[in-house]
């Protein structure tokens, strides 16, 4: 286990480096080519992406003490003749050489996220958590980010589980089984992919093309009644008045 983490390590330095354009272990290059050239201190700098100050402080011995010299001749960085020609020419810029090894890419497999044998048992409880929590999410989701299965996952959610009694909700970044990149990256996935639900939010304002509107009846002509009988309204005023219409007669 410990063997296969310094490898990786290892070939994870190299890639680093090889994508800055620097040896490996830039001072301790530094302090051979310093020890065992006549290179000066730009050219030095140059090849390891140090500062010049910095390889004369090596030079001086105020920097670097105790670093053993690392030969980038031994291993495949620099050639002799490389070096012989930038003795000969101060301006020019030795060029790295390129690794005769190279290292096949991890290829990214398919299928559910591993999870370390003592952080298994923590698995239920992070989809509880998760259901709880993101209801949202799809249970594809949750097998990305916890590294389950469909079954546990629905056991979980039925209450069926046989620890179900005991679980108790934890959030799967604190357990340390995903970050908190991908939890944020899973969630706004999953709110995007779900419809919006509407909720009312009180009264409002009616529109203006509602408020401006005007109505049917505003449009149609009022009636006038201007054929009235005036003598039926006089003899309507007179009995009102409490005289019949044969005194007046008389």
């Known amino acids: ?19 800055s ?15 065992n050239t006549a290179l000066t201190f730009d050219q030095v700098a140059d090849f390891t992406k140090m500062h010049p100050l910095e390889v004369r402080a090596i030079a001086d011995g105020d920097a670097a003490q105790g670093i053993k010299g690392m030969d980038p001749i031994s291993n495949g960085q620099l050639t002799r003749e490389e070096i ?16 005769k090894v190279v290292l096949p890419s991890a290829a990214k497999k398919k299928g559910p996220r591993y999870t370390p044998v003592s952080r298994r048992h923590e698995r239920p409880s992070a989809i509880l958590w998760l259901v709880r ?30 620890n179900a009694s005991t679980l108790t909700p934890m959030d799967p970044v604190t357990l340390g089984l995903c970050s908190q990149i991908e939890l944020d990256f899973e969630v706004q996935r999953a709110a995007k992919e779900k419809p919006t639900t509407t909720v009312y939010g009180g009264a409002t304002l009616l529109p203006a093309s509602e408020t401006t509107r005007k109505d049917e009846l505003d449009d149609q002509p009022i009636e006038r009644h201007d054929d009235l009988n005036v003598d039926a309204v006089f003899a309507k005023l007179k009995t009102i008045g409490g005289k019949k219409p044969d005194d007046d007669e008389e």
Request: hydrophobic letters at 35%.
């Open 133 to 162: 929590n993101h209801p949202e999410l799809k249970d594809a989701q949750i097998m990305r980010l916890v590294g389950t299965t469909k079954t546990t996952i629905a056991s979980v959610r039925d209450r069926t589980h046989w």
């Open 1 to 19: 286990m410990t063997t296969s983490f310094a490898s990786t390590e290892v070939g994870e330095a190299q890639r680093r480096f090889a994508m």
């Open 84 to 99: 012989e020609r930038g003795e000969r020419d101060q301006n020019y810029r030795l060029k790295l050489q390129e690794s």
């Open 21 to 35: 354009n620097a040896p490996l272990m830039p001072k301790a290059t530094a302090v051979w080519l310093v020890d």
